[in-house]
Structure formats: C-alpha cells, structure tokens
C-alpha cells in the first residue's frame, strides 16, 4: 500500500490542479450561484414517499448485484496521511448535510470560516473535513448532489485557501441508492480532485488516516448495514499492520448501530466484527465512534470509549427525549456466536435538550400540513372518495340493489383507508421489527380516519350542495370539502403520531414531517501533538434565512454570508481523551 500526504501550498486564487477559482456571483439567483438551492425535502409527500419505499425495496433486493465495493478492489489502496504545521491537526466531522439550503449553508459557512469564536474556545477552520454518511437527500441523483450538498460547499469555500484542507466521505443508506455510482463520481475519482475547495483524499468508498501522535481514522463502508465486503477486509488488514497497542483509532461509521441494536439486536454486528477481527489483534484502543444517520447529537460514554452521533450537518432534526438512557454494546440478545463483550455505555449528553425535543414534538400541528401540502391533499382527496361512497350508500340505503352497488366502493375504501394507515404506523422501509404496538395503533388511526369521514359525511349531506344536479355535487365536494377535509384530516394525523410517539411508534415520521431546520451540529476535534484529542461539539440553535452576497471578494471567502449572524455554542463542555 502506498502513503500519501500532500503538504504542497496552494497560491491564493488558485485551485490546486492549477485553475483559476470559479467566478463570484453578484446576486443569489441561481445563475450566477451555478445551483439551485433548495428547499427542505418534503418527507411525507406522497411520490417521495412512494419513490422512498420503492428505492428502499430495490436496494435491499438487488443491494448485491449494485455493490460496486468489489470492483473498488482495482481503485488505488493508499493510507493517508494527515497533519497540521504544528504536529498536531483540527478535523471536523458532519454528517446528513444535503438538504434544504438555509440549514446546509448554515453548517457549511461555519465550518469553511478562517476561525470561529465559541464559548470562549479559539477553533480554527480544520485542515481536515470528514463527512460521515447521507451526503444528498432524497435520492442520489448527480443532480440533487449538485444543488443540494457540492452547490452549498462551493459557495461556502469557493477556492482551496493556502493550507488545502482534505475531504473525506463515508458513504450513507441514501447515497447507496444508486449503487455509489454519483458518490464515487464526487469523492473518489483520479482527476479533478477538488470538492469545492476541499481536496478530496480517499480513493475507494472507505479509508484510513494516520493521524498526529498515534491516533488514526478508520472510515468504513457496509452497505447501508448489510457486512464489510472481502476486498475492504483486506484492505484494512494491511492497514493493521501499521497499528501498535501504542495506537489510539477513531472509526467514522455510516449509521450509529449501537443505538438501532436496542431496537434490531444485529444491527452493531458489522461494527463489532471489524474491531474485534481487524483492530483488537493488534492491541490498538478504539477511543472513540463518531456516526451521522440519526439528525441530532448524542453522546454516550462507556469503559475507555466514546460514542458519538452528530447527524446534525442540514436534515430535519430527530428527537433526542426518545433515546433510551443506557445501552448494552453489543447487545446480549445479538445472535453473532463470537460477539465482544457486552459493556454498558450511559448517555452523557444530547443536543437539543429533551425538554426542547418535546417541544418540537408538539410543532407537528401548525407544521406538518404546510411543509408536506401534497399529503394534505392527499388526505382531502381520499376523504372526498370516502365522503362520495358513503353519502352515495345513505342515500340509497332503502333501495337493496343501490344499496349493494354503492356499498362495493364504500368497503374497498374502507379497507384502503385502515390498511394503509395500518402500514404507515411501520412503513415497508422502516428497520427493527413490527411489534403489536404497531398494529394497534396504526389500525386505530385508520378507524379514527374512517369516523372522520362518516362525521365528514353527515356534515355534507346537512348542506345543499348534495341536492344539486349531479356532476355539481362532485365538483362542489372536490372544491370546497376537499381543502377542509384534508386540513382537518392532517390534523387528525399529527395528533396520532404524537400519541404513537409517545408508544416508540412513528418517531421518525413525527419529526420527518415537521422538517425542523433549526438545532442543527457538527463537531470539531483538536488532536495536539502531545496525542491529547479535545472534542467540541458545537450547536447552532437557529440557521440563517436571509442571505447577501459577500463584499469580501477574495477568492476563498464564502459567496453569501447571513443578514443576521450565526451563533454557535458549546453543546456541551469539551471532550478530553488521552
């Protein structure tokens, strides 16, 4: 395997490959940005939502056949080397960062400024930048890459500035969807390797870094969970050859499995086969595993390890007051016959607060039929179908064959309305098992949406507009009861995933649907040569909204800065590991 380390410095203005950097915008249209910057991801619109499970189905049907990790075995197998001028390094991590543009800048300015004042602490800008997994969302088109996570980068560091900050990128679950082949394209290629201005450094899906004073940063790929291919096994068992019970590993992971293993107790088995057969022989010490996945923060300490999830980089924010207090890593129940043995691990701290969490939780009235419009539409157009069928069965209730023949539509719609309310209280796409907490709370949604429709009903054919001559009824239904239903409908909703919540069912979806852009991290980690690792954990409580083009027009300054400055914190004091 061959070292690479890369101290050359880049004249200002001038990408590393020896171009000019991009020309500055004079405005935020998208022309002049060269992206279009957009808007949070509606996550319970009904195609997405469709598209998502589909997308989930195919990659957990074919995964295999679009695993592109083997054929990385003919990529180069460098290990990478990283340290700052001083001995020591800054290294940033963020992770779920490419979606709606005011969060996704938000993080992205922070991290390329020259130095951030917080709390007191100094923290330059990092001469290495770890993205941890869910680069783009929702699919992983080149497209949505382009506008919503490389269009952001670039306007927040335009050009390399002279100490040439290195990007590395663990692939997530979403940039999975198309096989890696748009992530591969971005972070891993052979010419043109810029990201921004960010030099790209890895040369497969996965990667290590030797760092300052024995420390070392070990990415990995399994595939949205599913294992650790041969061709990375090998690669990393060259790569333990260099570490020495002196050496001190930080793994960078796609998904933070310890926590899913409460819920899916196979779920850390991929994690935990790779220290116990890769890294434990030699001796070294995992001191700390740093995941995105899940969109908060969250720390949990054990005995001599540190495990962290800082999913904070631009996607809605997910709870943190549903975290379960105290974990088994790996869990007891595992059925892997040569696990490691289990140590408990407490959580220490978590952004935001759970008193805060709650709040959110409660914002899903006022939220969700405005950030996802096509599910209220939705909701009003299956009301109206409904309203139809049963007004059509009361008013033929004396005639017998009538009786039958509205009855057919009015039991299908019934059914469709219980069952897939019955599914969306566990979606195909969902991981962990369905429990029967799930059925009955998701089949008593659907009963409380089909009294809603018969209430709905009995409301409508107390008013005129049924006795008009038919198609007017249709059109009157469609104009005028579809937007009320539909309101009323979501509201019907929010209320159910509040209360299932509070059950451990459709936590996500509660959140998901609120597209919360606020609360959002990242984390900046300060190894000094004497192999002290500082962790500090920083929090923006509100992202910027309004933005103006930046009259610092050097060529590494970032295009926009916000109207009204951006204030991170400490989440919580920092963390020291020795």
Known sequence: ?????????????????????????????????????????PWLAPFLLISTGIRTLLAILFGAYLDKRELQNAFGDGIFSQAGPDGGLWLDYVADLGDGFHATYSVAYLLAQPELTVDGHRLPRAQTLVMGGDQVYPSAAYAEYENRCKGPYQAALPAAPPDRPTLFAVPGNHDWYDGLTAFLRLFVRSRDRNFAGWRTGQSRSYFAVELPAGWWLLGVDDQSGSYLDDPQLAYFDEVARRLTPESKVIIAAPSPTWVKAADDPMAYDSIDYFIRTIIDPTG??????????????????????????????????????????????????????????????????RYPDAARSRRYGWGIFARLPFRNPGFTTLLGTLHTLLMLAMAGAAANWADSTNQRLFSVPLVLMVLVTVVAAALFAKPPSASGKRHVRHWILGVSHGVAQVALAAGGTWVWLALPFYDWPWPLPAVAAAVLYGPVIGLVASQLVAAYLLVASAFGVNVNELFAGQGIEDSKSFLRLRIDPDGTLTVYSLGVDRVARDWQVNPDDSPSASWLTPKTPLTPQLTEPPIVLH
């Open 284 to 349: 070294a010490q995992v001191r700390l595993l740093l995941s995105g996945d899940l969109h908060h923060y969250a720390r949990y300490a054990g005995p001599g390890r540190q495990l962290i999830t800082c999913g904070g980089g631009g996607a809605y924010l997910y709870p943190t007051h549903k975290l379960p207090e105290r974990i088994e890593v790996p869990p007891r129940d595992t059925l892997a016959r040569r696990a490691s043995r289990t140590q408990p691990y407490d959580l220490v701290a």
């Open 1 to 41: 395997m061959s070292d690479e380390r890369d101290d050359h410095q880049t004249p200002a203005g001038e990408q590393p490959d020896g171009e000019r950097a991009p020309r500055r915008p004079r405005s935020t249209d998208p022309l002049e940005l060269g992206f279009t910057p957009r808007k949070p991801v």
